[in-house]
């Protein structure tokens, strides 16, 4: 893994939680909303674990909630560890950069308004801080599940 690669992992890992949570809604959405009895039943449907469908919704929500609270953890570790490897540049332009670029998922125009310089001028400072950063001796590696 590249010093670039290391560095978006943040990124994913925070869109995997947000999807994440968008699904666990959807799930919670479709528990809790009114459904139409059907008249023409003559017992109560379960699953062949004996559950009704609505537990096992419970317990897909547990799980989700339980996972995503560990890739939480996981991205608040590898930011922590991704902030400590950029305070380690010499320069604090450059270090600003790469924070708002790789914790904070700013744009390119956001960071060169920011920095006061053009998109053209932002991602040379960055080709440059990228060649000047190490990964840390124990990387944290999410991962990849998509």
Not at 33 to 40: A, D
Not at 88 to 110: G, I
Request: without cysteine; positive net charge.
């Amino acid at each position: 893994m590249n010093v670039e690669e290391y560095l978006q992992q943040a990124r994913l890992l925070d869109q995997r939680i947000n999807f994440n949570l968008r699904r666990m809604q959807e799930i919670k959405n479709g528990l809790f909303s009114p459904r139409t009895p059907r008249l023409s039943a003559d017992k109560v449907q379960t699953s062949p674990d004996g559950n009704a469908p609505f537990v096992q919704a419970l317990l897909r929500v547990e799980e989700m909630q339980e996972r995503i609270n560990q890739e939480t953890d996981l991205l608040v570790e590898l930011r922590q560890q991704i902030s400590e490897m950029i305070h380690r540049l010499p320069s604090e332009k450059q270090q600003m950069l790469l924070l708002y670029r790789y914790v904070e998922e700013r744009s390119w125009r956001e960071i060169g308004d920011l920095l006061g310089a053009g998109k053209s001028t932002v991602k040379r400072w960055h080709t440059d801080a990228l060649a000047q950063l190490r990964l840390p001796e124990n990387p944290i590696q999410i991962r990849r599940v998509w």
